[in-house]
């Protein structure tokens, strides 16, 4: 019997808490040694009360609640609290997700399914629905991202580790002495996942309906995307070159307008033609619907958005993030 631990660190997030749990609670769990552990990060709404009814009703379920960081301590932010909570964790394989995440019911099962050989982390993946256009044009983005490093992957270029849908082996987190002895970022998930490769385990990233988790537009889209970039850039990830190319196509686009206008057209009418492939084939993979009505928007929305992004990025100011300054 597989012993399994689902790690999630909140911090006020009362509003998502609901969907996540009873999303856990349809987990397909027979024949797993499961526990779940929560880590509450100094939460100043209703989390502490809704995790403590949670683990009241499931002796499956253990709560901690964490003071705000102490000077002496050398983590902050979320990787504290995981560090917290990989400390507690009896499995053997070690899940992590978010807050805002509504789990698929197959879960845990598809994932352990994928560890073989070598394998020390596994990348699922996520989207946000389509029932409203904001929603829709993010879950599209993330859809388009996730199948392009997935592509990379079966190459066996390493892209990066997604915190909402994740899952390590005991031995594989341990062999990097774990968060304490990994240099701190501010994208824990991506540091985890390239420290574990970087000791030799091999990975895999997804990209399968079973494995395919639904989280929630941000309150704060740019001071999440400025998290992203920043973690990027100092991490080094090759990710950064794909974006930094999509956050300069507007510029360029505008230019080839003023220069040939009949040329500009053309590319666009291509890139939608080509969206459209994409989408259609990930709708039909994932056993999607309702995406692809978004494609000719999603078309603008990226180079505007990747745009924005990147003058964000370079205004100045401290990355703020669930409150905290990085």
């Not at 509003?15 to 009873?22: G, V």
């Not at 050398?74 to 609290?81: I, S, W």
């Not at 044009?137 to 592509?151: D, K």
């Not at 990994?182 to 390239?194: C, Q, R």
Request: charged share 20%; with cysteine; proline share 4%.
């Amino acid at each position: 019997m597989p012993k399994v631990s689902i790690l999630i660190a909140a911090r006020d997030e009362e509003e998502n808490l609901p969907t996540l749990l009873k999303s856990i609670e349809r987990l397909k769990k027979e024949g797993i040694d499961l526990e779940i552990l929560f880590g509450n990060d100094a939460s100043n709404d209703k989390t502490a009360e809704i995790l403590d009814g949670f683990v009241s009703k499931n002796n499956y379920a253990q709560v901690f609640h964490l003071e705000e960081k102490s000077i002496e301590e050398k983590l902050q932010g979320k990787t504290r609290v995981l560090e917290k909570l990989l400390s507690e964790a009896k499995g053997d394989f070690y899940f992590f997700t978010d807050a805002d995440v509504e789990l698929p019911v197959n879960w845990i099962f598809a994932m352990l399914q994928h560890f073989s050989g070598n394998v020390g982390v596994i990348v699922g993946l996520s989207t946000m629905p389509n029932d409203s256009v904001i929603s829709a044009l993010q879950g599209l983005e993330w859809l388009s991202a996730i199948h392009f490093m997935h592509l990379l992957s079966e190459y066996k270029v390493e892209t990066t580790g997604m915190g909402n849908n994740m899952v390590v082996s005991k031995e594989a987190y341990w062999s990097t002495g774990g968060y304490e002895n990994i240099p701190f970022s501010i994208v824990e998930d991506y540091a985890l996942y390239k420290a574990i490769i970087d000791n030799g385990y091999d990975f895999k990233q997804t990209f399968e309906p079973d494995l395919l988790a639904y989280t929630k537009p941000p309150e704060r889209f740019f001071e999440q995307r400025k998290r992203w970039m920043k973690g990027a850039f100092e991490t080094g990830s090759l990710l950064i070159i794909p974006a930094l190319l999509q956050a300069i196509f507007l510029p360029i686009i505008i230019f080839i307008c003023f220069w040939n206008f009949t040329f500009a057209f053309w590319i666009i009418l291509n890139l939608v033609v080509l969206h459209f492939i994409q989408i259609g084939f990930i709708q039909a993979k994932l056993k999607l619907r309702g995406y692809l009505r978004f494609v000719p928007l999603f078309v603008l929305y990226l180079p505007i958005a990747w745009f924005l992004q990147l003058v964000n990025y370079f205004l100045k100011g401290d990355v703020i993030w669930k409150g905290r300054k990085y």
